[in-house]
């Protein structure tokens, strides 16, 4: 993957395709590759003329991977985005996130929502007290400890799930602690969104513990529109047609020309 220099970190990023661009941003502890490749994706959206450009966020994938919570925060990871469209020339494009990739762009709906055609908000929702808990529970995971003892049985498994996903796929967990450590799912990243006037998807499973509430994010953004897919968890809500076709027609009504 060809990669760009963004205040002093390399971040990696793969273009296919012709046409209106899309930007793609992966998951926590996931990649382009494991989140957009590997799925089909990328081919779905090139072959739909679409430009179609995936990112590995900083600390992921083949991107560097700093370690201290400073090489994340204060909206570096959002400056890495926009640095990237500037890399490439786009003044703008549609967007698809997933997970972490959806709340990344919330702060830039809100702040520099020109650069945006529209939006789609995968696997995400407004933070909840539980959802906030459960991200720690991860962070002790990924360094080296158990969850606390107060944790819900359910979190610590999902805690210790996402530590070994994360191990398979050949990830730095001090590197994503400090993306964690940043405040990835922070209680102000609804600011700023009543002024949005994109064209948003937010689109989640319903028995999704890890998004967060998605009919509130939704209600935040004025206009949104919200996909709630029965029976599907924060894994399997990906692999639904649902999910797939939701997102392909909200692309080809509001998507850039």
């Not at 949005?196 to 989640?204: K, S, Y």
Request: aromatic share 6%.
């Amino acid at each position: 993957m060809p990669y760009f220099e963004s205040n002093g970190t390399r971040i990696s990023y793969t273009v296919d395709g012709e046409g209106p661009p899309i930007l793609l941003v992966h998951g926590f502890a996931s990649s382009c590759r494991g989140n957009w490749r590997e799925t089909g994706w990328i081919d779905t959206l090139a072959s739909r003329g679409r430009r179609v450009i995936g990112v590995d966020c900083r600390g992921h994938g083949e991107s560097d991977r700093p370690h201290g919570v400073e090489h994340y925060s204060g909206g570096a990871m959002q400056r890495d985005l926009l640095g990237l469209l500037e890399h490439l020339g786009i003044d703008r494009t549609d967007y698809l996130g997933y997970s972490m990739g959806s709340w990344m762009v919330l702060p830039l709906l809100a702040e520099h929502g020109s650069r945006f055609g529209c939006a789609v908000l995968g696997g995400a929702g407004a933070p909840l007290p539980e959802t906030r808990a459960m991200h720690q529970a991860i962070l002790a995971a990924f360094e080296g400890g158990e969850p606390p003892s107060e944790v819900p049985p359910l979190d610590r498994t999902i805690a210790r799930a996402f530590r070994a996903f994360a191990e398979s796929t050949g990830n730095d967990l001090e590197a994503l602690s400090g993306v964690l450590r940043s405040g990835v799912l922070s209680a102000d990243m609804l600011n700023g969104l009543e002024e949005c006037e994109r064209p948003v998807l937010v689109i989640a499973g319903d028995n999704d513990t890890i998004a967060g509430d998605a009919p509130a994010l939704s209600e935040a953004i004025p206009g949104s529109q919200l996909v709630h897919i029965a029976g599907t968890d924060h894994l399997s809500t990906l692999k639904t047609d649902i999910f797939r076709d939701s997102i392909l027609a909200f692309l080809e009504k509001y998507g850039l020309a």
